[in-house]
């Protein structure tokens, strides 16, 4: 093979070798930040069938997909650039530091970078890469700090309460900054200055173009107390502060009432608002009564269901009717003459129970007029004989309320007789289920009757029929009598006779009063009757429903009336009931409907608010739950006893739950919180809803913001403000700290978390920000390393940025000074590992540095194989002669071959055959053959092997000089005879002598 074929072949080899190091690496830009060493490591040689490369490399590679980050300020200064391949980490840049900014971070586009997490990288081919972008964001903020006082003589010195921030002409608000400070006390104005003479700044302060500290003037004041009434509208106590004018509040309502004035006394004179208060002060409204105020004159009729010797106490009534009234708001009404006199059969008038009531002012006043059953009474007489004569007496007395039942009362109709209404003569009364004696005006008066007894006869029947709920007709009685004319009247309570029919022919209707002839038989039908169930809300009739007696009344137990706008938004649905003061709940569920109107009463009332009095500011405790009564205050002694750390008590209250005030603590009072601010509580304040407070005491303690250098040196800032816990504070800049050797400033930290200056951080007791310093983005140096030798000279390039590329030099650039291969080798290219098992390049090929030490190259030698062969002279002897001995030279080997041999293994193995050529096979005879390097010959060796200029030596033939004898014989030959001529040429030169 000659050196042009190697060559060629090796470039291949490399060629493959370096696609395969392009594969991805795992290297990242931030590995070992630290390690700034380089190793350079002695050299072996490359086996040719090695140079393909292999897997394991590190140190420099080929080109791969990279970002390059372009880190600017202000979108035009340029202060770092940094490339990274998939999967490889940023390192984060120096934190800028502009002023009156707070640094954000580094934004591409509107997206923050985020250092702890790996870019990827598109992979595309060939590799390309891509520039981006980053610049640093910045916010700019001014901060004003709110103190808690101005300090002074017996004050502890101030603090700064509450931080708020902003960029010049923004406006901050002043009034939601709640000092802890007791109810009576309150902030007049917040000033520049912390004399009180620069200000005040009022309810919004526009920020400038420096930081602002605002100072409170704090000033006792007191409370207004408004007293509007039964049912007049809550107004909340209004706090006014030394010398501020009173200012008198909307306008009060009360249903039934005008509004007159305020005064310090009930009905007094007007109270004149405008002028400053000295103390507390209690104004009650002063009203006028409207004069057509409504007010429902319900009218009652005893139940049925009552005791028949019921006393007024006990006794119970059923809605009858109603009629709506007006009169002056706190009139006394009572019931008209007309109100006594209503014509309900069966009922008088009860007034001892109907009393005199006064209208108040919103519309539920209500008059009732009741109306109690009669006593009805039913004599039953027999006659008694004696002697020749007799008479007539009383068998049994039947009493009992109108239209209750007798059976109510104990009775049965003694139906085994007949029942007259004379002695001897007149209608029979065959039956009465009920003391109703409507329409039997035969028998005696309306509330007392006698019947006669006589023998029961005769075969009629009278069959009493009541109407069931589903219109169909039930037997109520059936009675024996004779025949003859029935009168009819009503005998069921709950029924009206309505239908009869007689002898089985058609029915016809009829009426009490009416009458009918019959003879065998008598069917009276009695329909049940319909009565109203009125809903009465608030103070009117909301629903009226008409329904049969004894018609369940279940499905209107979800009706719901409105709330009437008269009421409170608070009050709420609390069911129906039997009465207006609440006192029966009504059970839809059981109750029928009776048989009379019935009136039902909705309740509206304001919901059992709860109470619940924590004994932690956090409120994560067991906290004192009770229920609070709507408008009405809380008593104080029922909040949970307040005692200081060593256990002395600064507040009275229930034992069962204890408020310990923390050592270094202020006890301010009970408070409200809302969005996380304590709003100490009024106890004079009127309950409108569900109350949760808060034990409110503050920290005294005053804390310090102090900085640390950290690894750096210089004076760190220094903050000379004290701050309250749980405040804010302003991060200030390193102006005056010097960075380690090779790092740079990345921020301040505290607890874990990196804080920028201009950033604020939340002080929660003496806080240290400690300098945070980051490595400077690595560069390292690119060595080449002639690698041969037990000293290879090395040259050293850079530093260069990781991920940045390079161009491979050629081995003979003049930066490298000229290298040339050693002797017997070839320069095959450069590769990652002195062995050669690294990544391979080519020169001319672009390559990456990358973070990993070493980045070397290292030059790549092949052996190369020259084969000499050996020179041979003799005289001339009329003779052929041949000399095949060869010596090898395969880089530092040499092999010295024996003659005649043909067959030389390598020292790796491989193996060389040479084959003479030419005169190095045939030999040389005359001095005809003499030429120089004609002893030739070829060279079988593995296709891997480059091989050098091979060198053929010299066969030489020298005449003879003295005189000689020559003896040569003619060549001869025999033939078989066929007429022709033969010939035979040649000789041989037999000796020579």
Do not use: C
């Not at 795992?26 to 930040?33: H, K, Q, T, Y």
């Not at 209608?427 to 039997?440: A, E, K, P």
């Not at 009931?577 to 059970?587: E, G, I």
């Not at 260069?800 to 050629?810: D, M």
């Amino acid at each position: 093979m000659n050196k042009t074929t190697t060559r060629r072949f090796m470039a291949w080899i490399l060629t493959v070798a370096m696609l395969i190091g392009m594969l991805p690496m795992n290297a990242l830009a931030s590995d070992n930040p630290k390690d700034d060493s380089q190793s350079v490591f002695m050299g072996s040689f490359l086996d040719p069938d090695q140079s393909k490369g292999g897997a394991g490399s590190k140190g420099i590679t080929p080109p791969q997909n990279t970002y390059t980050y372009i880190f600017k300020v202000d979108d035009e200064e340029e202060v770092e650039r940094q490339s990274v391949k998939d999967g490889e980490y940023l390192i984060e840049p120096e934190a800028p530091v502009k002023p009156n900014h707070k640094f954000k971070g580094w934004f591409v586009g509107s997206n923050q970078i985020d250092f702890s997490q790996p870019i990827s990288v598109p992979q595309e081919v060939p590799p390309v890469n891509t520039n981006i972008v980053a610049n640093a964001k910045f916010e700019e903020v001014y901060y004003v700090f709110f103190m808690d006082g101005v300090g002074g003589e017996g004050e502890p010195n101030p603090r700064v309460f509450k931080t708020k921030e902003g960029k010049t002409g923004d406006t901050v608000t002043t009034s939601d900054v709640k000092l802890p400070i007791g109810s009576t006390q309150a902030v007049t104005g917040w000033y520049k200055d912390q004399a009180l003479t620069d200000g005040p700044v009022g309810t919004n302060y526009t920020i400038g173009t420096v930081n602002q500290i605002l100072w409170p003037k704090i000033e006792t004041g007191n409370y207004l107390y408004f007293v509007s009434g039964e049912n007049g509208t809550y107004i909340e106590p209004q706090f006014f502060l030394p010398g501020e004018n009173t200012v008198a509040p909307n306008p009060p309502t009360r249903p039934g009432y005008d509004f007159s004035h305020w005064s310090t006394t009930q009905g007094g004179s007007a109270y004149t608002f405008g002028q400053p208060i000295i103390a507390d002060v209690t104004l009650y409204a002063v009203w006028t009564a409207k004069t057509n105020t409504p007010y429902t004159v319900v009218f009652w009729k005893q139940s049925v269901n009552d005791d028949k010797n019921a006393a007024d106490d006990v006794k119970t009534y059923d809605y009858a009717e109603s009629v709506a009234r007006t009169a002056a708001t706190g009139a006394t009404v009572s019931p008209t003459t007309a109100d006594g006199n209503k014509n309900y059969q069966g009922f008088h008038y009860n007034s001892a129970k109907s009393t005199s009531v006064t209208v108040k002012g919103d519309g539920t006043t209500i008059l009732n007029v009741y109306y109690d059953r009669n006593l009805l009474t039913i004599d039953f007489y027999r006659y008694q004989s004696s002697g020749w004569g007799g008479s007539w007496i009383i068998d049994q007395t039947m009493t009992g309320l109108y239209g209750q039942t007798l059976a109510k009362n104990g009775y049965t109709w003694p139906s085994e007789y007949r029942w007259r209404a004379q002695k001897n003569s007149g209608n029979t009364l065959t039956f009465l289920d009920s003391f109703i004696f409507d329409d039997l005006p035969d028998y005696g008066s309306k509330t007392h009757i006698k019947v006669y007894r006589q023998s029961l006869s005769g075969t009629a029947q009278i069959i009493h029929y009541k109407q069931a709920l589903d219109g169909t007709w039930v037997v109520a009685n059936t009675i024996q009598t004779n025949s003859g004319t029935f009168n009819f009247s009503n005998k069921y309570t709950g029924f009206t006779v309505t239908h009869y029919r007689a002898d089985n022919g058609n029915w016809r209707s009829t009426s009490p009063g009416g009458s009918a002839n019959y003879s065998n038989k008598l069917e009276v039908r009695h329909t049940r009757n319909s009565y109203n169930l009125a809903f009465y809300n608030y103070n009117t009739v909301a629903r009226t429903e008409n329904l049969k007696f004894e018609a369940s009344l279940s499905s209107y137990a979800s009706y719901r009336p409105s709330k009437p706008a008269e009421l409170p938004d608070v009050y709420t649905f609390q069911g129906w009931y039997k009465d207006n003061a609440y006192s029966v709940p009504f059970d839809f569920a059981t109750e029928t409907m009776p048989s009379n109107d019935l009136m039902i009463y909705v309740k509206w009332a304001p919901p059992v608010f709860d109470g619940t009095f924590h004994v932690q500011m956090s409120g994560d405790d067991t906290p004192k739950e009770v229920t609070v009564t709507y408008n009405d205050t809380i008593d104080p002694a029922t909040m949970p006893t307040v005692k200081d750390h060593e256990g002395n008590v600064l507040s009275q209250g229930d034992d069962g739950y204890t408020v310990t005030v923390p050592k270094d603590h202020k006890w301010i009072g009970w408070a409200t919180k809302v969005d996380g601010n304590y709003i100490t509580y009024n106890f004079n304040t009127l309950v409108q809803s569900d109350i949760e407070l808060y034990p409110y005491y503050v920290d005294n303690a005053q804390f310090k913001v102090s900085y640390d250098a950290g690894s750096g040196t210089g004076t760190p800032p220094e903050d000379t403000k004290k701050y309250a816990k749980d405040t804010y504070a302003d991060v200030m800049s390193p102006t005056d700290l010097t960075p380690p050797t090779g790092k740079v400033f990345l921020g301040w930290e505290n607890k874990g978390v990196i804080y920028q200056p201009g950033d604020k951080i939340r002080v929660t007791g003496p806080m240290t920000l400690t300098a945070q310093w980051g490595v400077v983005p690595k560069k390292v140096d690119l060595v080449y390393n002639y690698n041969y030798g037990t000293n290879p000279a090395t040259k050293t390039f850079g530093p260069f940025p990781v991920n940045s590329t390079v161009i491979v030099k050629e081995l003979g650039d003049s930066d490298l000074g000229g290298w040339v291969a050693p002797e017997n080798y070839e320069f095959v290219g450069w590769n990652t590992e002195a062995d050669g098992s690294g990544t391979s390049f080519a020169a001319g090929d672009s390559a990456m540095i990358d973070a990993k030490n070493p980045n070397e190259l290292y030059a790549i030698w092949a052996p190369v194989l020259t084969v000499t062969s050996g020179d041979g002279t003799w005289q001339y002897d009329g003779n052929s002669h041949t000399y095949q001995q060869y010596d090898l030279v395969y880089g530092d080997q040499t092999i010295t071959g024996g003659e005649g041999e043909l067959s030389f293994m390598l020292n790796d193995g491989k193996t060389v055959t040479i084959t003479p050529e030419g005169k190095g096979a045939d030999g040389v005879k005359t001095v005809s053959d003499n030429s120089d390097n004609n002893n030739t010959f070829s060279v079988e060796v593995d296709t891997s092997v480059p091989q050098g200029t091979h060198v053929s030596g010299t066969l030489t033939i020298t005449p003879v000089t003295d005189k000689v004898t020559v003896t040569i014989t003619e060549n001869s030959g025999s033939f078989m005879y066929d007429g022709s001529l033969k010939t035979v040429n040649g000789y041989e030169v037999t000796s020579i002598s």
